[in-house]
């Protein structure tokens, strides 16, 4: 999150867009939960009222998509933590308090799936939300990663790793999720089988990246700093 607005920088200095009330097309609010990029090159800009805003870097201007208390059919029940826009430009997020939603930007509509005490048959935690190539969601359940098919509105149990805040596909094979939740291990998930690789780690990991040069490196975030993770051999680098 950030509270000083949205900041861009050239290569040179820093470019600041900040929320003005007097012009329509600005960002919402200097605080912005979360950010993610669309295939055209907009962000997606989460707040937190569970407004989204699409903002587009070449003009600086935004589309906004707010929330409304009184019209269920309308963005959005809580702060999106996570966001992505699908192949067929439907953007899906996932709220601070649980659930996936989908709000289709030509209309303004929003359905939801697997809000927390719905009684569904799979639920749905806060944190990421991530595509893959062939088109299926993958998120954070609140008894592991799930799989939601956007075409059938199914979802799939893919593993029952305690429940991941963060995950990112590996780089050179999209069939592999890394996860991290907060604790001493990250988790290398076969998406279509379920196999799991844990990797211990000597501090809890807030997030990890798969290195985009290395297939056997990932890199892990956690309270000391960056650890460099060879999966080959196990050894870590901090």
Do not use: C
């Amino acid at each position: 999150p950030t509270e000083a607005g949205l900041n861009k920088y050239d290569g040179t200095r820093v470019h600041q867009f900040v929320s003005d009330p007097w012009d329509s097309t600005s960002i919402l609010s200097r605080v912005i939960i979360a950010i993610a990029e669309t295939r055209d090159g907009r962000l997606l800009l989460s707040y937190n009222d569970g407004s989204v805003s699409r903002f587009d870097p070449s003009s600086g201007k935004s589309t906004h998509f707010r929330s409304s208390e009184t019209d269920s059919t309308r963005l959005l029940v809580d702060t999106a933590y996570g966001l992505t826009e699908d192949q067929n430009g439907i953007i899906w997020t996932t709220p601070l308090n649980g659930g996936l939603q989908r709000l289709d930007p030509k209309t303004g509509e929003v359905m939801r799936f697997g809000m927390i005490g719905s009684g569904a048959e799979f639920e749905v935690g806060s944190g990421f939300v991530l595509e893959s190539e062939d088109g299926l969601l993958y998120m954070s359940g609140t008894n592991g990663l799930l799989e939601f098919n956007p075409e059938t509105l199914k979802f799939r149990q893919v593993s029952s790793t305690p429940t991941p805040w963060n995950a990112r596909f590996e780089s050179e094979n999209q069939d592999f999720l890394w996860q991290s939740g907060g604790q001493n291990v990250v988790v290398r998930t076969h998406r279509l089988t379920g196999e799991e690789t844990t990797f211990l780690m000597d501090t809890p990991a807030y997030d990890v990246q798969p290195d985009p040069g290395d297939g056997n490196v990932v890199w892990v975030a956690g309270p000391t700093g960056v650890t460099r993770l060879d999966t080959q051999s196990g050894s870590r680098r901090t």
